[in-house]
Every structure is written in structure tokens, then in C-alpha cells.
């Protein structure tokens, strides 16, 4: 083995391998597209001052909770994954749906895959990109450093669906006072419409006749606001769609 | 006429050519003709790599320059931009090899950036 003078490149390259640091993201709620650009820049070393473009200089990275990954608008409903046989009328498109359910992690590893550059290097990458559906996960003994979320998840009332555990932490705040068995009903709701229900109209509807047993005094103007355009865009929805609304809450 | 035989000259032609040939794939580096073609097409592409060195390296070092402005809450164009302004004309290469080897130096720099 020769010298490695410090700042060379040969000595660099030594240096970049030996500060290999495992890394974990916690993708629950975290929008698909953006998670995957920050897993991307990672696993390509593009955060680290000797970056190499020929060899794998990047850090690995588990993903936890890729199940409770988020989507953001109606992509739950609309996002296909397409490609072609090559035979006539060969075009082939899957829904994500089914993706989430037969293969779930090839949605993340999929974004991830088709973001990284197309080179010999991709393979190489991409196995370092451990996905894991829950929260459990088999690389303890890497001792992987926390990254921290980049996007607090879809927001609400922007068009899509709220996610889950948003809209769960949100009654917690606001909707205290609401009788159990209404809020047991529309978060039912929410949860079915997790799980690829039909709309989003349907539980804000619930939203809204949940928040009117609520006592006024409680709201702040915020609340009024928010609950405006809920009423709005259920209203809209329910046009568009035709959405029915659960007989119970009806 | 005189029969004029080149021997000479053209072992000497040959023998040229198949060393620039050297380590060629296959018949590119042993019969002639094949070579011949294989080698006016090689000294095409490393006249091409000889100018596209200059872009690839460039690049890789934004690259680093970008990393190593990371903890410092900056981007690579905001950096570049101080530097033109406080007349720094150091490159990028330098810039590169500094943020790696001399952290003290490339903070400086930062801070007379900022």
C-alpha cells in the first residue's frame, strides 16, 4: 500500500468509504416524491465534500414506515405505473393501489430507482436502500443515525386527502369535545379512505357536522376559516363526485 | 519500368500504427487494416475526452463546493456570488481541495463572503 498524502485523491477516496454512516428515515406521512429526492442525494454522497461521481461514496439509508407513506392530491386514485411489452397494445398500467398492496416497498424503491442517475453505479446505490413497512427494522448494529423529515406530510384542505395520523392529531386539538361515537364514525371514515376508499368528501362532510356539536365558543377565527373552506370543497366534491354520504352522519 | 518494392517503409508504416494499437480489442490491435480504422477513430475520441475532461471535473467540483457549503446554510450560487463580489478569484478546483484539506481557510472564506 503507498501513502496516501492528505487532500489527494487517492486519499479521499480512502476517507469517504471510511466515513460510510448508516442513516434512517421515518417516511411515515413524508410525500413520496420529495422523500425520495432527499434518499437520492444521500445515497449518491452528493451531501459530502469528497464526492466521487465513479465510485459509491454515498451513506446507506433504512426507511421505516414506508407503508404509511403519504401521496399527495388524488394520486392514491390516479397514479398509474406504465410500461410496454413491446408486443402490440402491449402498454400495461398498474394502479398504485395494487402496487401498495402486492409489492408496497417497490413504491418507494421505484421513485427512488428512477431519480438516481442510469449508470453502473445505480444497482450499487439502490442496494443500499433498505425499505422496511413498519417501524421495526434488522440493522441495529449499524447504529443508523436519525435524518430528520423534510416535508411535514400533505397539508389540509389542499385538495388531497389529509393523511392519517394529521387528521387523527388534529381532532386531538380541536375536537375534544365531540361525543365519542361520531368521532369513532369519521375516523372510521379517514381510515377507510387510507386503505383506497372512494373520496374525501365523505369525511369531511363527517368533519364538518362533528365540528357543529362542538361548542362555539371554542373556535378561533383560524377554526372558522378552516372549517369554511371544508364545507366548500365537500360541497364541491359531492357534485363532482356523487359521493354518498354515510346515512349515519347524513 | 523499374519494380519498385516499398519493404522498408512500409514494415516501418505498419509497425507504427499497431503500436499506437496496443491493447485494442481483438483483430483492432493485430491486422493491420482493421487497426489502422480503430486507431484514426481512437485519436478522434481522446481529442474529444481532452475537452470534455475540463467540463467533467468542473462539475465534480460544484459538487463538493455545494457539500461543503451544507452545515454553513448556503448554496453553491449564493457562494460563488460572494466571492465574484468580494474579488476572490480563487477556482473551483482550489475551492474544492480547500473545503476538503483546510476547514479553518474555508470557513474564512465564508465569512468573507457573507
Known sequence: ?250 | MIRVKRGNVARKRRKNILKLAKGFRGSHSSLFRTAKQQVLKSLRYSYVGRKNKKRDYRRLWIVRINAALIPFGLTYSQFICGLKKSHIGLNRKMLGQIAVVDNNAFEQLINITK
Open chain 1, 1 to 250: 500500500m503507498g501513502t496516501r498524502a492528505r487532500g489527494s485523491t487517492a486519499w479521499m477516496r480512502h476517507q469517504v468509504v471510511q466515513d460510510r454512516m448508516w442513516r434512517i428515515i421515518d417516511a411515515k406521512d413524508q410525500v413520496l416524491g420529495r422523500l425520495a429526492t432527499q434518499i437520492t442525494h444521500i445515497l449518491q454522497g452528493k451531501h459530502k465534500p469528497m464526492y466521487f461521481d465513479n465510485i459509491f461514496c454515498g451513506d446507506p439509508i433504512i426507511v421505516i414506515n414506508a407503508r404509511h407513506i403519504a401521496l399527495t392530491g388524488r394520486k392514491r386514485f390516479n397514479k398509474h405505473y406504465i410500461h410496454h411489452t413491446g408486443y402490440p397494445g402491449g402498454l400495461k398500467k398498474v394502479p398504485i393501489a395494487q402496487v401498495m398492496e402486492k409489492r408496497p416497498k417497490d413504491v418507494l424503491r421505484l421513485a427512488v430507482k428512477r431519480m438516481l442517475p442510469p449508470n453502473r453505479l445505480r444497482d450499487v446505490r439502490l442496494s443500499n436502500l433498505r425499505i422496511f413497512l413498519d417501524e421495526e427494522h434488522d440493522h441495529h448494529s449499524q447504529n443508523p443515525a436519525p435524518l430528520p423529515p423534510v416535508s411535514r406530510g400533505p397539508r389540509l384542505g389542499r385538495g388531497g386527502p389529509p393523511t392519517y395520523s394529521e387528521l387523527e392529531s388534529w381532532w386531538t386539538e380541536n375536537l375534544l369535545d365531540v361525543p365519542d361515537n361520531i368521532l369513532n364514525e369519521v375516523v372510521a371514515e379517514v381510515r377507510a379512505e387510507r386503505d383506497g376508499g372512494p373520496s374525501r368528501a365523505s369525511h369531511r362532510i363527517g368533519l364538518v357536522q362533528a365540528l357543529d356539536l362542538t361548542a362555539e365558543s371554542d373556535y378561533t377565527p383560524e377554526h372558522r376559516e378552516r372549517i369554511g373552506a371544508y364545507i366548500t370543497a365537500a360541497e364541491k366534491d359531492l357534485e363532482e363526485n356523487a359521493i354518498i354520504i354515510p346515512s349515519s352522519l347524513a
